[in-house]
């Protein structure tokens, strides 16, 4: 009970409200949310971001042997220390991420399991990644209804009893047709046709409705299409972006499922990493908003093709239209507008085109097919 007390009057201080009338507010959002305020907060907890002062955050990433979570605990661990960040995921881990770090295994819909991981570890920082991508969701939608959906009210409602710092990432795909294309503002209509853009809008609407409400510290990137050399996609729709590189090295040859015309926002996997830990560090009183767009660049497979020609001149690229890609990427924007992520806490991007396409011939190998091309 003396854990409720402190955690509603802390939240009082921060809404302007007498503990009284937070503790009833309180009272009636935990309960229209399923949950009693104390039996499962535990006794250390209180929905305020868990100071941890000089010592280093200890961060839990769902979802982690993705694209992008093991990048991310490489990174987090150059930081805060190898120990202090834990990767999960419901999968197992190639030997080289199981000898690089802490994993453990963590499925986001069992709530207990989830909640006993945070606990046992005294996580203060959760990075939330677990999902099922944009073109995968499309083929299963209970599935991803349950993991997008489900698995982000688990998150939320252990977020908010243990003080964690919350981060989701959102996407392009939280947007539809009826939203400004080019460029897209962080503020906007958002009515996608995907259960992938449904789940993403949801996740910005309830975490801000935590933070708001409740004092959760949410935080919340809109990802672009991400392209990395050392990680798989996951099944989204600018997947072709990355397997492009491979092809090109390995064959020379890439049949590519958009039409040449179908201009996406892209991000080098490093200044997506970069942006993450940038915004999950940023001082609370710079955050103008809990939801910011990020840009880099925006291209369409022509103007990519022509990049990497410049670079093997022999490659050879067919378009194989995939339908259902092509009706996602139709209704996505074309360009962000991440004005206010430079603004509030100095969002800049490393890599454009050029950079982009060097890194990745750098790095998967494609320095005898250049030296032949020269
Ligand atoms: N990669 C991109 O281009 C991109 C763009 C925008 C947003 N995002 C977002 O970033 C996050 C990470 O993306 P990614 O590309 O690494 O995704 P990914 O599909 O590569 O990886 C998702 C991981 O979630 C795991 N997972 C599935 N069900 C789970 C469950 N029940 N419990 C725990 N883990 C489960 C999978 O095993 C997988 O390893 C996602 O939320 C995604 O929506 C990614």
């Known amino acids: 009970m003396r854990s409720c007390v402190r955690a509603v009057s802390g939240t009082a201080q921060r809404l302007h409200m007498s503990p009284v009338c937070v503790s009833q507010s309180f009272a009636v959002v935990a309960r229209s949310l399923s949950f009693s305020p104390c039996c499962r907060v535990t006794y250390d907890a209180s929905f305020q971001s868990v100071s941890y002062g000089s010592d280093h955050p200890r961060v839990l990433i769902t979802g982690g042997l993705g694209q992008l979570g093991v990048g991310l605990a490489k990174l987090l661990r150059k930081v805060f220390g190898k120990y202090n960040v834990i990767l999960s995921d419901i999968r197992k881990p190639p030997n080289h991420v199981y000898q690089s770090g802490p994993f453990i295994y963590s499925d986001i819909l069992d709530y207990k ?85 449904v789940s993403k809008v949801h996740a910005e609407l309830m975490g801000e409705y935590y933070h708001h409400r409740l004092g959760l510290d949410f935080r919340c990137l809109r990802y672009p299409g991400i392209i990395s050399a050392d990680s798989q996609p996951g099944g989204g729709t600018t997947d072709y972006a990355v397997q492009i590189f491979h092809d090109a090295v390995k064959t020379g040859k890439f049949v590519c499922n958009l039409r040449p015309d179908t201009r996406l926002p892209m991000m080098f996997i490093d200044d997506c990493l970069r942006a993450t830990l940038e915004v999950l560090e940023a001082p609370a009183e710079v955050l103008g908003m809990r939801t910011y767009n990020i840009s880099a660049m925006s291209f369409t497979p022509e103007e990519l093709v022509r990049e990497i020609r410049r670079h093997l001149p022999d490659l050879q690229v067919t378009y194989k239209i995939d339908p259902v890609r092509q009706a996602i990427a139709d209704s996505w924007p074309e360009m962000f507008d991440d004005t206010s992520a430079r603004s509030d806490w100095g969002w800049k991007h490393g890599y454009g085109l050029p950079e982009l396409v060097q890194a990745m011939l750098n790095f998967t190998g494609s320095d005898s097919r250049m030296s032949q091309a020269n």
């Open 113 to 197: 399991n989830l909640r006993e991981i945070v606990v046992n570890n005294r996580i203060t920082w959760l990075i939330h990644y677990s999902a099922l991508l944009s073109a995968v969701g499309e083929a299963n939608v209970s599935l991803a209804r349950d993991v997008n959906i489900t698995g982000l009210h688990n998150v939320l409602d252990i977020a908010g009893e243990h003080g964690l710092r919350l981060f989701v990432p959102s996407s392009i795909g939280a947007f539809g047709p009826s939203s400004p294309r080019n460029p897209t503002p962080d503020l906007c209509i958002q009515r996608p046709r995907t259960i992938y853009g």
